[in-house]
Every structure is written in structure tokens, then in C-alpha cells.
């Protein structure tokens, strides 16, 4: 599914109403009623049942009037709180107002600090004569851009108290306000939602940090034409099981040969465990054979770590990766379909070289995580001058360094961050895509293409989970995926797998345990036919 940013959303309005013809009416029309059927899907009737809508001063008020209508001939009895005065409404916002006094519905303007200050009072006592069903927030939408204050800023913190600590469900029309629409930052305060019903496409910060402020997320079609959509040619998507489809069943004559051989240049004193876990996630994702190039002093290690990977140890370098050993890499590399580059290897000198050179110089798709990353960062230049494709895994902190500036800047726009490597004077490069993990993992490409995941839960922070991320990806890359389907099918899955482990036990999986969940998932994904042709005995008459 499509994802698109605020200025996006207001262009395919625009469009749908002054060029298709669609009145914003009837837009608004089908966002407040959508939301009302996914309010009572989610937590009952309204019938009988008090249910507190909270209005802004720009059409999410208007989206919010049309719920209020909805639910009240639904049965409901609703309550309008504006925050602003409504008689200053206009367009579709206004025209709603205009029904929704006709039709008598009860309405209080929170117009001075005393009105804010008695809201949960207020809301309290509505509870004793009809339960609350739930409360809507229709504040603000997709234009909000500086911190909320002031009034507004009361307003959302009596929201969460009334949902934080008397337990009263919250619904947010379009986006939790106070949160941005395509960063997921929190400006200054925003509202906690239990389920947000977004309207027309999911907006990308949903998806980055909007996790505990969003609850479940609902997406209402409210009537866009596919036509206008596809014309404004969106970069931007939600990382769901769609990519599954790139699966690719096995052959019945199938063997080792024919699912890819993987080289990982990992580990180094202290740090081998970063390179067996990415062995078993490309194993565990299927690829055929998997070699290790290992410091020469470290090759016992690998010999019993991993008993289905094959290792070579590399004399020239004893504890750590030396360039000495360039020569000896480039010829194993020869019959290998990819590498895997940096888990544990250190910034040594060296091994800085040794790194570099092979970034510019080996033609082979590579995973590059990790210290390979830090390398890179201390060097930019030579960033954009790849060999070949190249997949890029970085950590918030890693992703720092290599644009120079602090994780806190990148957290505050993930997708900007992520997008670094996009420009259109460097359209001859080999494909070069960038995965900045963390929850939301945004995939890009130089072409300006991205994705967001879905997967994936908070007990996947603990170490190693990135080298089995980076195995999972080179094993999928040496499949013959492309370094895009590799890099997406390898998070989705992933997390995928991890999810699976936390319906069990929320956190204190490892990830070899993830790696181990991985071929299970992964058979679940395998369509019926292609699973009674695997599980099914050969009939002999």
C-alpha cells in the first residue's frame, strides 16, 4: 500500500475535488462515517453510549462534525467540545456545523483556561449519565508543523489523562494530534490514541515513531480515484506481506548449488558471535552455501561454530582483517554470488583498507553493516563510488556518522535521513540501497523509492539482532533477489519471525532465536499448492 505525505494528501485533494469533480463534501462525508464504523468495530455500539468529540478549527473538525452527526443517528449520544469558536468554521467545516446545530446536537466552546481546566470534570460527569463510549480526537490533521500550545495544548493533555489514567478509549480522526504526518515526531504533545483511522492513503509518520500514540491503525477510503493516485506516482509504501509474492517456491531437482553461495567477511577478536549469527540468518533464509573468511587466528572458532558453513582462514591476518589478505579475498570471491561485509570486524587500519577497497572494487552485490559502515562514515567520498549493487545496514548511530550529525537528528526524520543517497546526478551507479533499522525500518533507494516496515516488536533490542538482519538479507540476495527484494523480504521476514517469538515471551528471545524462527515463518508463506507438492508423498500405483 501507498503511503503519502502531507503535501501529497493535500495535492490528491485538490485534484480529486477541482479536477475529477468530487465535492470535499462528500470527501468529508465518507472520512466521518468510515470512522464512525470503525469505532464500532473496534469497541461496540454506540447506541445508548455517550461519545466525546473534540473539534479543531480546520476540516479534521469537520471530519469530527460528521462522526458526531453519524453516531447520534446511529443512537449515540454525542458531545462536541470545540476548541476554537466553531461559529469561525468555514468551507465543508462550517457547512457541518450548520447541520450540527440544526439537528440540536449539544456542543460547549473552550473558550477560556477554566473550561479547559473542568474538561475531565466534565467528560466525568457525562460518564455517569452514558457511559462513555470513547472519545475522538479531531483536532488537528495533516497541516500541524510547530509544537502545540497554549489551549491546545491543555486540551491534549486532558485526553490523555482522561485515556491514561480512567481507562476511556480514543479514537484520532486521519492522526493523532500533536504528532507530525511525515516524521512521526511528537510536537510537544499528541494525543494517545487506541486506534487511528487515517483517511485516503497512511501517512509515513504513522509508521516511524507513531507506534504508541497511534494504536491500531485503520485506513478509510474515502473516495480518491485510483486514477489521480496513480498519476502523482508515489515513492512511498508500507512494508506488509505483499513483498511475500517474491518467494519463490523450490524446484523438485533442486540442491545446494542452486540457492546461492554467500561469502561473510566478519568477526574479529571478541566479536566472532556477529559473524556466526550472520551465517545462520542466511543460512536460515535459505541460502545454499555460506563461506567464512576469517582472521587466520580465529578459524577454529568458525571451524566448530557453524557446522553447516564452510571457513577460510586468512594468514595474513592474524586477530583481525588486514589488507594483506586483499589478494586471497578477491579469488574467493570468485564463484560467490554475494558478500556480506563489517559485522565485527573492527576500524583498524587496516582493515580500513581493506574495507575501502573492496566497497570500490569488487563487482559482487554486499550487505555492508556494521564497522564497515564506520569505515565508510570516515571516509565519504568514497561512498558513492560502489563496484557494484551494495546494501547498506545501518543503526540510528551508525546512520550519524555517516551523514555527520547526531542520532537525535535522525530520529526526528527517519525518512529524510534515509533518503541520503538520493540523487539524480548519479543514475549510472549500481543499485545502492540504504536500510536504517529501528522500529519503523525505512528501506531506500538511490531512485528515491521507499518503504516502511511493519514488523518487528521492541524485544528485538538486543545485540546481534542486526547480524542476523544482514545474513537474512545476504542469503537472500545470493537467491537471486534483487538487492531491493532482498533488503525488503529480508526485514518484513525478519520481523516477521520475531513477532512470532513475542506472542510467546514479549522480550528475552535471542536472536539465534530469531534465526531459528525464520524457515517456520517462512513456510507458513509458501501457497497451498506448492506446499501439497513439498509435503505430499509421491503415489505409486
Known amino acids: 500500500m501507498q503511503l503519502a505525505s502531507?503535501?501529497?494528501?493535500?495535492?490528491?485533494?485538490?485534484?480529486?475535488?477541482?479536477?475529477?469533480?468530487?465535492?470535499?463534501?462528500?470527501?468529508?462525508?465518507?472520512?466521518?462515517?468510515?470512522?464512525?464504523?470503525?469505532?464500532?468495530?473496534?469497541?461496540?455500539?454506540?447506541?445508548?453510549?455517550?461519545?466525546?468529540?473534540?473539534?479543531?478549527?480546520?476540516?479534521?473538525?469537520?471530519?469530527?462534525l460528521v462522526i458526531a452527526r453519524t453516531v447520534h443517528g446511529q443512537g449515540a449520544v454525542p458531545f462536541v467540545f470545540f476548541a476554537t469558536d466553531p461559529e469561525q468554521l468555514t468551507g465543508d467545516a462550517g457547512h457541518n456545523f450548520s447541520i450540527l446545530k440544526r439537528l440540536r446536537i449539544p456542543y460547549q466552546v473552550l473558550d477560556y483556561k477554566e473550561k479547559m481546566l473542568t474538561l475531565v470534570d466534565t467528560i466525568l460527569t457525562l460518564n455517569r449519565m452514558h457511559p462513555v463510549h470513547c472519545l475522538v480526537d479531531a483536532l488537528f490533521g495533516t497541516g500541524l508543523e510547530?509544537?502545540?500550545s497554549g489551549p491546545f495544548l491543555e486540551l491534549v493533555k486532558g485526553i490523555n489523562i482522561l485515556h491514561d489514567h480512567h481507562h476511556m478509549p480514543v479514537v484520532s480522526a486521519d492522526i493523532p494530534s500533536g504528532l507530525h504526518s511525515d516524521s512521526?515526531?511528537?510536537?510537544?504533545?499528541?494525543?494517545?490514541?487506541?486506534?487511528?483511522?487515517?483517511?485516503?492513503?497512511?501517512k509515513p509518520g504513522l509508521l516511524h515513531?507513531?507506534?504508541?500514540?497511534?494504536?491500531?491503525?485503520?485506513?478509510?477510503?474515502?473516495?480518491?480515484?485510483?486514477?489521480?493516485?496513480?498519476?502523482?506516482?508515489?515513492?512511498?509504501?508500507?512494508?506488509?506481506?505483499?513483498?511475500?509474492?517474491?518467494?519463490?517456491?523450490?524446484?523438485i531437482g533442486a540442491h545446494k548449488g542452486s540457492h546461492g553461495h554467500l561469502l561473510i567477511l566478519a568477526g574479529s577478536t571478541g566479536k566472532t558471535g556477529a559473524a556466526l549469527l550472520a551465517g545462520q540468518g542466511a543460512l536460515r533464509s535459505g541460502a545454499g552455501l555460506v563461506t567464512f573468511a576469517v582472521p587466520g587466528n580465529l578459524n577454529p572458532i568458525f571451524e566448530t561454530g557453524l557446522a553447516e558453513a564452510m571457513s577460510v582462514?586468512?594468514?595474513?591476518?592474524?586477530?583481525?582483517?588486514?589488507?594483506?589478505?586483499?589478494?586471497?579475498?578477491?579469488?574467493?570471491?570468485?564463484?560467490?554470488?554475494g558478500i556480506i561485509l563489517g559485522p565485527g570486524i573492527g576500524t583498524d587500519i587496516g582493515t580500513g583498507q581493506l574495507v575501502l577497497r573492496l566497497y570500490t572494487e569488487s563487482p559482487l552485490p554486499m550487505v555492508v553493516d556494521a564497522d564497515a559502515l564506520n569505515i565508510l562514515a570516515a571516509h565519504p567520498q568514497q561512498v558513492r563510488q560502489p563496484a557494484g549493487p551494495r546494501i547498506l545496514t545501518p543503526h540510528p548511530g551508525e546512520m550519524s556518522r555517516l551523514l555527520g550529525t547526531s542520532i537525535e537528528q535522525v530520529q526526528a526524520d527517519r525518512l529524510a535521513a534515509a533518503l541520503w543517497l538520493q540523487t539524480d546526478s548519479h543514475n549510472d551507479l549500481p543499485p545502492m540501497i540504504t536500510v536504517?533499522?529501528?522500529?519503523?525500518?525505512?528501506?531506500?533507494?538511490?531512485?528515491?523509492?521507499?518503504?516502511?516496515?511493519t514488523t518487528g516488536n521492541p524485544g528485538m533490542g538486543a545485540g546481534g539482532m542486526g547480524d542476523v538482519l544482514a545474513g537474512i538479507i545476504g542469503g537472500l540476495l545470493v537467491q537471486g533477489h534483487t538487492p531491493w527484494q532482498a533488503a525488503c523480504l529480508g526485514v518484513y521476514l525478519h520481523g516477521l519471525a520475531a513477532d512470532h517469538l513475542a506472542c510467546k515471551q514479549p522480550f528475552g528471545y535471542t536472536a539465534s532465536d530469531v534465526a531459528l524462527a525464520l524457515p517456520?515463518?517462512?513456510?507458513?508463506?509458501?501457497?497451498?499448492?506448492?506446499?501439497?507438492?513439498?509435503?505430499?508423498p509421491p503415489k505409486i500405483s
Not at 503535501?7 to 465518507?30: A, C
Not at 512521526?184 to 497512511?202: K, N, R, S, W
Not at 512494508?239 to 511475500?244: A, H, K, V
Not at 536504517?436 to 516496515?453: E, P, R
Open 184 to 202: 512521526g515526531t511528537v510536537l510537544g504533545e499528541a494525543v494517545h490514541a487506541d486506534l487511528t483511522v487515517t483517511y485516503g492513503l497512511p
Open 436 to 453: 536504517l533499522k529501528g522500529a519503523g525500518t525505512v528501506i531506500t533507494s538511490t531512485d528515491g523509492y521507499w518503504t516502511i516496515n
Open 6 to 64: 502531507a503535501t501529497q494528501m493535500r495535492e490528491l485533494d485538490r485534484q480529486t475535488i477541482e479536477e475529477i469533480g468530487i465535492p470535499g463534501m462528500v470527501l468529508m462525508e465518507n472520512a466521518g462515517r468510515g470512522t464512525a464504523d470503525s469505532m464500532q468495530q473496534f469497541f461496540g455500539p454506540v447506541n445508548g453510549k455517550t461519545v466525546c468529540i473534540f473539534a479543531g478549527p480546520g476540516n479534521n473538525g469537520g471530519d469530527g
Open 520 to 536: 517456520q515463518r517462512i513456510g507458513t508463506l509458501i501457497t497451498a499448492s506448492d506446499k501439497e507438492i513439498l509435503c505430499s
Open 146 to 148: 510547530r509544537p502545540i
Open 313 to 337: 582462514p586468512l594468514y595474513g591476518s592474524t586477530d583481525i582483517f588486514s589488507i594483506t589478505d586483499y589478494e586471497h579475498i578477491l579469488a574467493l570471491s570468485q564463484g560467490k554470488d
Open 209 to 251: 515513531h507513531g507506534g504508541p500514540h497511534v494504536g491500531r491503525l485503520v485506513r478509510v477510503d474515502i473516495g480518491l480515484p485510483t486514477k489521480i493516485i496513480s498519476q502523482m506516482q508515489l515513492k512511498g509504501s508500507i512494508l506488509d506481506s505483499d513483498i511475500t509474492a517474491a518467494l519463490r517456491p523450490r524446484q
